[in-house]
């Protein structure tokens, strides 16, 4: 079973700034993607950003230039930098985490909201 330490969310202002933070723990071999999907009422939850063991990264085609997503291998610790926050930006932001792509997670933490209003 896999842990989650999630923390950063809140409620900022439009053109605010907020960093998300995901510890994972537990029985997990070694992770290849980490990252994290939001969810906002009545939409389906999406990939906001993923990255690679080795670097690599996804971002959704709505955050790319506003969003900065980094993880420490060894404390199996992702980050999300979110800068230039827009209201749409509100949602729930899960924290995931897969053995192989970001496109299938498989296991998530239990979630942060994040609100943008002002």
């Known amino acids: 079973q896999v842990q989650f330490v999630e923390s950063g969310g809140g409620l900022v202002q439009p053109g605010g700034s907020l960093r998300l933070s995901c510890a994972a723990s537990g029985s997990i071999s070694i992770i290849n993607a980490m990252g994290w999907y939001r969810q906002a009422p009545g939409k389906q939850r999406d990939l906001v950003a993923g990255?690679?063991?080795?670097?690599?990264?996804n971002y959704a085609d709505s955050v790319k230039g506003r969003f900065t997503i980094s993880r420490d291998n060894d404390k199996n610790t992702v980050y999300l930098q979110m800068n230039s926050l827009k209201p749409e930006d509100t949602a729930v932001y899960y924290c995931?985490?897969?053995?192989?792509?970001?496109?299938?997670?498989?296991?998530w933490g239990q979630g942060t909201q994040v609100t943008v209003s002002s």
């Open positions: 990255i690679t063991r080795a670097g690599n990264t």
């Open positions: 995931t985490i897969s053995r192989t792509s970001i496109f299938l997670p498989q296991a």
